[in-house]
């Protein structure tokens, strides 16, 4: 594997992180002098965050408990930390993982920095900062079908992470959920909990779903023989309506305990929504990038 690689876009604006099966686009905005040293923190931070996550790797593939294991690398530590107060039902740091790279590449960027703001998108799972005053907007999957599929978020919103789970996603999903996207105040909760939600979306022992054990699909993933979701048949109006409402009850106990702020569901054509979404107030923001 080569070693980690930095380069500017085309646009010059947004810096491109890539290391193995870490892919990243960070961008700032303020004074060019606090943008350009944030990017060297990123840069600088993203170095090693790969080679300290496989040094431990063996435990983070590991179920978490409700009392956090001892890790030594920042990055784990959120994985163990976003994942544990989710840990009622089966779930890894590795469920974290996205969310918990953009949420450290993020805060590197942004420490001892001006910045209006920023963001870090790991493939869609997104951490940003934002100054007083500012706002930006973001797209969210799964959308069409009469869903507003743009949010506008302000400072005054306590968001600061988006991501989105689905079987259909890079991940495998025990669920059948086409997406569910979660915005929360860290990336690597909303990660986590969309994990969750996403499997939760189901309808278990259905023969229009196939599915196979997640180690012959990756031998070493997390996920171990559990079954995970390969094809989606056709599926009628109750049978999207009962799976979706299956996801809707773990959405709505997650806002409910604060572990996340809100969530959007999604399922041939249909959704559900969990709290409230930031309405799209028509902002002048960059959008921050499909969720």
Request: with cysteine; proline share 4%; aromatic share 4%.
């Amino acid at each position: 594997m080569i070693g980690p690689q930095a380069a500017m876009l085309s646009d010059g604006r947004r810096l491109h992180l890539n290391h193995g099966p870490i892919d990243l686009i960070v961008e700032a905005f303020g004074d060019p002098m606090e943008v350009d040293a944030a990017y060297r923190q990123a840069k600088l931070r993203f170095d090693t965050v790969l080679i300290e996550l496989v040094g431990e790797l063996a435990e983070l593939r590991r179920p978490a408990c409700a009392n956090p294991r001892s890790f030594t690398g920042a990055t784990a530590r959120r994985m163990e930390q976003a994942v544990c107060r989710m840990s009622g039902r089966f779930i890894t740091p590795m469920a974290a993982v996205a969310g918990s790279v953009a949420d450290e590449v993020l805060a590197a960027m942004t420490s001892g920095r001006r910045l209006d703001r920023s963001y870090a998108n790991n493939g869609g799972d997104i951490s940003f900062h934002l100054a007083p005053g500012m706002q930006m907007r973001a797209a969210v999957a799964g959308t069409g079908h009469g869903f507003a599929d743009r949010v506008t978020i302000r400072f005054e919103d306590t968001v600061r992470g988006i991501a989105t789970s689905g079987w259909r996603g890079r991940s495998h999903s025990l669920g059948i959920a086409d997406a569910v996207t979660v915005l929360a105040r860290d990336a690597a909760s909303a990660d986590a909990a969309a994990t969750l939600i996403a499997n939760a979306v189901d309808l278990p022992g259905h023969p229009a779903i196939k599915r196979m054990p997640a180690n012959d699909l990756a031998p070493d993933s997390d996920l171990g023989s559990r079954m995970v979701t390969t094809a989606v048949s056709r599926l009628s109006a109750t049978e999207t309506a009962d799976a979706l409402e299956a996801g809707l009850l773990v959405a709505e106990e997650f806002v409910g305990r604060g572990l996340v702020l809100s969530a959007a569901l999604f399922l041939n054509g249909e959704h559900r929504v969990a709290g409230t979404l930031p309405s799209d107030r028509n902002s002048t923001g960059r959008e921050l990038a499909h969720a």
